[in-house]
């Protein structure tokens, strides 16, 4: 490993078990679904069967005459309680941004959007009740694809706005000072390369569904929702419903996934919300599976027109993305701006002179599309790593010579990129010389050329993906500059109790990462106190006062910054105590391990646990001083963190068949100082499969009419682990320059890093039959299709 | 999801479950390892006014030799058949497609009988019950009856069962001398097969004697690949003949197309998995 600096301590750097999976592996623990609350009565809500259609009448008192049916709610009904959805990125003063009902009120624009409520006694006549609704739908006609729906004279997903064109979003490295002009690279260019990339729509599939409960009966309402954004839902609750900020409470219990899937105000949520406040009693909503896959927003679904130019030697002079984005009928909190985080990732590691990006959301009768782990960089990593690969096959050079060519070297960083953000640390060489060997590259391309020599019906491929990516969201003035409708800072609070055990009160809002551990290891070497004595408070808004929560590899890099920064405040609170209990002079102590001691006099000296208890007691404390080592902190960064790594895909494609089959997968990823080894390689590893999914299995599918073809499990396949291989990982660790912790963020690295790996892979393997690419998922029939086209 | 209410009944004798079924009309629904059932009753696709559970029928449930015939209980679980030393010593062919059904749970679960009286095209059990020629034990209130598995399914997710009767056992014929095969091709790991192929194959002299091939979800029932099997009597047993025997699997079959694979793309999974399926079965 490259440590460019000295471990601090014991704690950091441990591989712990997590201290939060005995409750959640076991479900011993608060989901909301757990919920039950006196008289709280159960919601299901009915959802649309057309894509596209005007609600001619919608009768819901059917519902209200059934046993156990104690209201029903039409969009009609809850009308005038209503506001529009929040989109929180307005990504260009003039975007089409369409107002988006809870309830749909005259139209429903894609398949499953809600269109009634029914609040009963108990789930199953909630769910009777929603057969007894009678609705009439008027069918309009369905815009689906992209392309047809910027076609002029098309139909339109919302007539009102007279286009299906939400956006355009255009970065161009000559007009920002970046970098040249990409027409001059284009005009001049020695190689050029063109290539249309698709990135089909997933669905988060995350484990625990979506759940809402609230409870309007109290002083305040309480909403507990399986949400990844505890504290952007409340402030807008309070924006879209009327309600006083400071009356609403949110809390996210434990919470089971959520991939992006949970960065989301949903129509459930305000549902529930406009329910309780209608009839006045607690309300639950838990969606089911089916639900879920038709109603939650879909991540991806965008079309890549990517042109790349080169020198004959591979030197990289040009990059031009035109990208087309789905946004689906609607846009949810941060759904114009996923593309556009994607702006500034695919120049990637290489140093491009030219560069211009232009992208436009457009309107479809689908399900609205927003964060899916990684969020605009995934798709960007694909496609640059792709045609990368096919500038090498073009040239005739080693896919990897080719990127070690156009790579920023280590000792060129800091690095400011064509795309305007200044890179702060990396070591690509490191990173790659490390895979490669892990990996046996050059064993594995001796064996592919035997296989090509003899006409193995099973060829072997091999695929790389030398990515980074932006992490720690984010710096508040660049959010600010791209028109994004809050800050990026976290905050936390360290409190010290009499007997010195320590509360940690943090602002992100875990579900499933571990920040309870890898919190409580950072406190534990911080203020020298055992692991065991440190609880990690999140995801109430009563205790949890200020936070922007867990998306967009944030939480250690921001947030874990913000809990340095108080516990040193709490250090520093403690020096007077100390000093005043040693008799000596601040100026003479010393702070290590937990303890402030007088120098040259180790064995005198105070813990941070001995001072919580002198301000507890407050008996005998210097003049004018505050009874209080607890301290908050807020961290706002002054740049994304640039986790990076070199991913190697071996696969092996049975040509007769098309079924692909991942013999070997090695990943160096480099994220910094790492706090928990262990929670590391299960972000890696589940990254890697999420990635794989997309290269290989999954994919959402919409018919003609716009229904919804891969509605289950059984449909949308998404690969367990009997489908993937043993994945051979290790690490460099080049710290973060930006912030005391040195860690960089891995929540997103191994779902961007792999796609691209796996699917150069497949194209690898293939290439000497003539193919070039294959569209993803690259399921055994599009593989076997190619070959034929290739043959053909 | 919930499903609407129903009535529910736990017989324990067959008999009592026949009756029960009669007298419940065409309503009734019988309920063996829920794998198929429970998810349609949840998403209300079916709402039966009555289910009749078979889990309290221990006769149905257990594997034994009875002269040229393993005897396979209806509801025998997927993981005992898949686990079953006579299974895997008198038809492996079975174990095998058993043990490729689902996950852990569902083999759990899910039992044999039930897998063969649901029908799917995608089923596994199917094809290789009509590959092995096996016979369908039926239970009706006019006593018991055979039924030929080449009989015994009629048309998607439809056999000849009548509404008052129960497959109550199935006997395959033990195949000494054989050797047999099941080859499953399919998305991921829990997945429905795109196409399957049950060979079984008797070798003699050096070449091929005789074989069997049936083919799951190349139609709306499992059928036989009977242009294969002409052609490989008497064939020479290497890899070239294969293949040439096996370019008419996919002949007379009636694959459906859908957001899993095309009727093209599993008419050419055909041949290539019946020439895997009968090489593996022919030791090649």
């Known amino acids: 490993m490259t440590v460019t600096e000295e471990r601090p301590a014991a704690e950091v750097g441990h591989a712990r078990r997590r201290k939060e999976d005995a409750r959640l592996i076991t479900g011993r623990t608060m989901w909301t679904d757990n919920i039950t609350l006196p008289g709280m009565l159960h919601l299901a809500i009915l959802r649309s069967p057309m894509a596209h259609a005007r609600i001619a009448t919608i009768d819901v008192g059917p519902a209200r005459e059934l046993p156990g049916v104690i209201a029903a709610f039409s969009g009609r009904d809850l009308a005038e309680d209503m506001a529009s959805l929040p989109c929180a990125w307005p990504v260009t003063e003039d975007m089409v941004h369409p107002d988006h009902l809870p309830l749909a009120v005259d139209e429903v624009r894609h398949t499953g959007e809600a269109v009634a409520v029914v609040a009963a006694r108990d789930r199953a006549s909630a769910l009777d009740g929603l057969e007894a609704i009678e609705v009439d739908y008027d069918e309009l006609p369905v815009v689906l694809d992209m392309e047809a729906a910027l076609a002029d004279g098309a139909d339109l997903v919302h007539a009102d706005k007279g286009t299906n064109k939400s956006f355009t979003w255009v970065f161009d490295s000559?007009?920002?000072?970046?970098?040249g002009n990409v027409a001059d690279a284009l005009d001049g260019a020695e190689v050029k390369l063109s290539r249309r990339y698709v990135q089909q729509r997933l669905i988060p599939a995350y484990m625990e569904p979506r759940s809402v409960v609230v409870d309007p009966t109290g002083d305040v309402f309480t909403v507990w929702s399986a949400t990844q954004i505890p504290h952007i839902l409340r402030l807008m609750i309070a924006m879209t419903t009327g309600t006083p900020e400071h009356k609403v409470r949110v809390v996210a219990p434990d919470v089971g996934g959520g991939f992006g899937g949970k960065l989301q105000v949903t129509p459930e949520e305000l549902i529930a919300f406009h329910v309780a406040r209608r009839i006045g009693k607690p309300v639950k909503h838990t969606e089911t599976r089916s639900e879920s896959m038709q109603a939650t927003h879909h991540g991806r679904d965008q079309i890549q027109f990517i042109d790349l130019t080169a020198r004959r030697d591979g030197t990289v002079t040009g990059l031009n993305v035109r990208l087309l984005a789905n946004m689906g009928a609607y846009l949810g909190l941060v759904t114009p701006g996923v593309p556009i985080l994607g702006a500034f990732m695919y120049n990637a590691i290489y140093k491009i002179p030219a560069y211009r990006f232009e992208c436009t959301g457009v309107f479809t009768n689908t399900a609205w599309t927003d964060a899916y782990r990684g969020a605009g960089r995934p798709e960007a990593t694909y496609a640059i790593e792709r045609i990368v690969d096919e500038l090498a096959a073009e040239l005739g050079l080693d896919p990897m010579e080719v990127r070690r060519k156009n790579w920023i070297n280590h000792d060129e960083f800091p690095f400011t990129t064509v795309a305007g953000l200044t890179y702060d640390s990396g070591n690509y060489e490191a990173a790659t010389d490390k895979a490669t060997q892990l990996f046996g590259y050059d064993e594995l391309r001796r064996e592919q050329a035997a296989r090509r020599e003899s006409g193995d019906l099973v060829q072997l491929g091999i695929g790389i993906s030398t990515y980074t990516e932006m992490c720690g969201l984010a710096p508040s003035r660049v959010l600010g500059a791209l028109r994004y409708g809050a800050g990026g800072w976290e905050s936390a609070t360290v409190r010290v109790l009499p007997t010195g055990k320590v509360e940690v009160v943090t602002g992100t809002s875990p579900h499933g990462q571990g920040h309870e551990t890898a919190w409580s290891q950072i406190v534990a070497d911080q203020l020298g106190v055992p692991f065991e004595d440190v609880e990690v408070l999140h995801g109430d808004t009563r205790t949890s006062v200020r936070g922007l929560d867990t998306y967009g590899s944030r939480s250690l890099a921001v947030g874990g910054t913000a809990l340095v920064k108080a516990c040193q405040k709490v250090i520093k609170n403690a020096k007077r105590i100390a000093a005043h209990m040693l008799e000596a002079s601040e100026d003479d102590l010393e702070f290590a391990d937990g303890t402030w001691r007088v120098r040259g006099t180790p064995d005198a000296g105070k813990t941070i646990a001995e001072c919580a208890l002198a301000v507890f007691t407050s008996h005998d404390l210097p003049d004018g001083i505050e009874p209080n080592l607890d301290a908050d902190a807020t961290h706002d960064p002054e740049n994304f963190s640039f986790p990076h790594g070199t991913h190697l895909c071996a696969a092996e494609v049975d040509t007769e068949t098309g079924w692909v089959n991942i013999r070997k997968?090695?990943?160096?990823?480099?994220?910094?100082?790492?706090?928990?080894?262990?929670?590391?390689?299960?972000?890696?590893?589940?990254?890697?499969?999420?990635?794989v999914a997309q290269a290989l299995f999954e994919e959402a599918v919409y018919d003609e009419s716009g229904n919804l073809m891969t509605g289950t499990f059984v449909d949308y396949t998404v690969p367990s682990a009997a489908d993937l291989p043993a994945f051979d990982t290790d690490r460099t660790e080049t710290p973060a320059t930006g912030h005391p912790l040195g860690a960089k963020g891995v929540g997103e690295a191994g779902t961007i890093a792999s796609t691209p790996a796996v699917v150069n892979a497949v194209v690898d393997a293939l290439r000497p039959l003539g193919v070039n690419d294959v569209r993803m998922p690259c399921t055994p029939e599009r593989v076997?299709?190619?070959?034929?086209?290739?043959?053909? | 999801m919930i499903p609407t209410s129903f009535d529910y009944t736990r017989p324990s004798t067959v008999d009592e479950a026949v009756s029960t079924l009669r007298a419940a009309g065409e309503d009734a629904k019988i309920l063996a390892g829920g794998q198929s059932l429970i998810p349609v009753l949840r998403l209300r696709l079916a709402a039966p006014s009555t289910l009749i559970d078979l889990g309290g029928i221990s006769d149905l449930v257990g594997i034994r030799s009875d002269g040229d015939s393993l005897v396979i209980g209806a509801m025998t679980s997927h993981a005992e058949v898949a686990a079953s030393d006579l299974v895997r010593q008198h038809a492996p062919m079975v174990a095998e497609a058993a043990q490729s059904i689902g996950d852990p749970q569902v083999r759990h679960m899910g039992t044999f009988g039930g897998s063969l009286s649901h029908a799917d095209p995608a089923g596994d059990l199917p094809s290789v019950a009509l590959a092995l020629d096996a016979a369908m034990v039926v239970a009706g209130p006019e006593g018991r009856r055979e039924v030929a598995a080449g009989d015994f399914f009629t048309d998607h997710f439809t056999t000849v069962l009548g509404a008052d009767e129960i497959l109550v056992e199935v006997r395959v014929p033990k195949l000494a001398g054989w050797g047999m095969r099941y080859v499953k091709f399919n998305r991921v790991a829990q997945a429905w097969a795109i196409v399957g192929v049950a060979a079984a194959v008797r070798r003699d002299n050096g070449g091929i004697a005789e074989a069997r091939v049936a083919l799951t979800n190349m139609g709306p029932t499992p059928i036989r690949a009977r242009g294969v099997e002409q052609a490989l009597a008497g064939a020479d047993a290497d890899l070239d003949a294969l293949r040439a025997?096996?370019?008419?699997?996919?002949?007379?079959?009636?694959?459906?197309?859908?957001?899993?694979?095309?009727?093209?793309?599993?008419?050419?999974?055909?041949?290539?998995?019946s020439r895997r399926a009968v090489a593996a079965a022919a030791g090649l």
């Open chain 1, 174 to 179: 000559a007009e920002a000072g970046s970098g």
């Open chain 1, 665 to 691: 997968y090695a990943a160096v990823d480099d994220v910094g100082r790492v706090i928990n080894p262990l929670i590391v390689e299960g972000q890696v590893h589940g990254g890697i499969a999420q990635g």
């Open chain 1, 784 to 792: 076997w299709q190619a070959i034929q086209e290739a043959r053909r």
């Open chain 2, 245 to 273: 025997a096996c370019e008419t699997a996919a002949e007379g079959a009636s694959p459906s197309s859908d957001v899993t694979a095309s009727a093209e793309y599993r008419g050419h999974l055909a041949k290539v998995l």
